[in-house]
């Protein structure tokens, strides 16, 4: 075979097996980026649903303390005190013990409950909890008895300080085990002198798992107050990134954008920055329940978009997968190419040289012919063997002459030459029968 | 006596188709090429009766000859011979041209010699 035509046929195969190769690379390469911009945008509007969710959540959970301590500073215009305490200031315990409230109670303005210790263990029917409901309850909440703080003065100095003030909501502060934090309702009489509060206690802990961890799906998670205080971290990264945060001096800002946000009527303010930790890139998604608490969520890049990397992935073996098939294919082509290429050219090569064998033959011919046909012509009579001979080889020539014309038919392309390939062997031809009989002569 | 040129390349063919006309009475003169022929036709004062032309010859070929001949010397007893009628462009050349052609292997018995005998009583007449 012509050393070009192969080179030429395998370099074609390798083109097109390369141009494929581009084609899909450059495909991956763009998915790559797509989809992971694609997977971040979907991972980044679901943080923020979940986070406005969670804000939402924050903001009906404050307002509805509020509300129920405003009721019952009007209830208690109207009822006597222990009878308001009996019917409605109680303190429910459902019998899952899952409760965010962990009390409500009327306060004094010597900053004490009253009567701390009146509230009951009941449940929602009224009716005091089975002991060893109450006792198994006890092991994990040594406080439910008497959940009440030491004193409740910075509820009355803030109402005492503010005698606008219609409610108050405490920053997170430390009880025996737990972090809690006070909704108040100012308790003034007609003239508006203050006269106590009806306070509602909730602990973070039990607010975080209520309301917000059922959303979290894992994420780092951290809740912080006003004043900076940790409320909950899910773990070592939302830790890390709070006490970053805190660091920075983002929280006065944050909390001043809530106060404005809230005095527009919204649930908060909201916001998103790029903290590092440690040697990875973190993304911090911030809301804050107006100007009271801030909840984050963190999450460093390398865990964003592992969705399409997943598909990426998938996308990257199918492709790999489809180029060694066309490769393969490209191949098993170039080598059927390049034998039926190589069977062309032996057959060109073929007719032409039957062109210059037919030349050859009836010029020689002619003097074969012309010799045997002056000695037929000069000799005297019947010259017995001899002039038998010369018949024969006149016979002889007529034969050579008919296959010169086969083989000029041949030459012309009025007859085809049809390949038995041999195993083992070289190529070897013959003439088609169907069109060995109508050539012309 | 006619005079008749034969141009062909094969020196058998030359040699074959000399024997035979001598033989038939004619008087012969040979070229190997065209340009042969041509500065036999300029040295010599006499014009042939007929020129027998292979078509396939070194440089010019028998066509290109034959066009010369008609154009230097107003010369068209021209016969043409060819190894090469299975040849489509120079089948339709040949038929073009209309001029007598014999065609390779040559029959001198029942084909060459009879068909020179009555053309040249024809042209002489």
Known sequence: MNRQTFLDGWAFSLLVTLLAAMVLAGSYLWLRVDLKNEALSEHRRLVDNQLNLWQEQLYDAKWDSVADTSDDVRHLGSYDEARLMADTLVWYVYPDGHSIIEGTAVIGLDGRARPSKQAAVINDAGEPLDPELLAHLKKEKPWLEDPWLGSYQFVIKAFQDDPERESFISPFIQAPGRLVFVIAAPWRDEAGALKGAVIQQQAIGQLFNDVIKPGTHGVSLWLMDAKGTLGVATDQTARESAKIFLASGALPQAMAKGLKAAQEGKFGAGGSLVQGLGLETAHLYWRTMGDSFIVAVVENTAGLGAQGQRTLNRFGAIALISLVLLAAAGGAYTLLYLRRENRMLEKAALRRYTGTVSHRVRNSLSVIRGVNEMFQHKLPGDQGPLSAGLVNAETAIEDIEDTVRELERLSQGQVDLVYDGQVGKASMYRLHPDKKQGGQG | ?125
């Open chain 2, 1 to 125: 006596m006619s005079l008749i040129l034969i141009v062909d390349d094969e020196p058998g063919v030359l040699q074959t188709f000399g024997d035979w006309l001598e033989s038939d009475g004619y008087e012969v003169a040979s070229a190997g090429s065209a340009e042969e022929a041509m500065a036999w036709f300029r040295q010599t004062n006499r014009f042939p009766d007929a020129a027998l032309l292979d078509i396939k010859l070194p440089g010019a070929n028998g066509f290109e000859l034959a066009d010369w001949l008609s154009k230097d010397f107003d010369f068209d007893n021209v016969i043409f011979l060819t190894a090469f009628f299975w040849e489509e462009e120079t089948r339709q050349e040949l038929v073009a041209r209309r001029r007598p052609y014999f065609e390779k292997p040559l029959k001198f018995t029942h084909e060459v010699l009879p068909f020179l005998r009555r053309y040249l009583s024809e042209n002489q007449g």
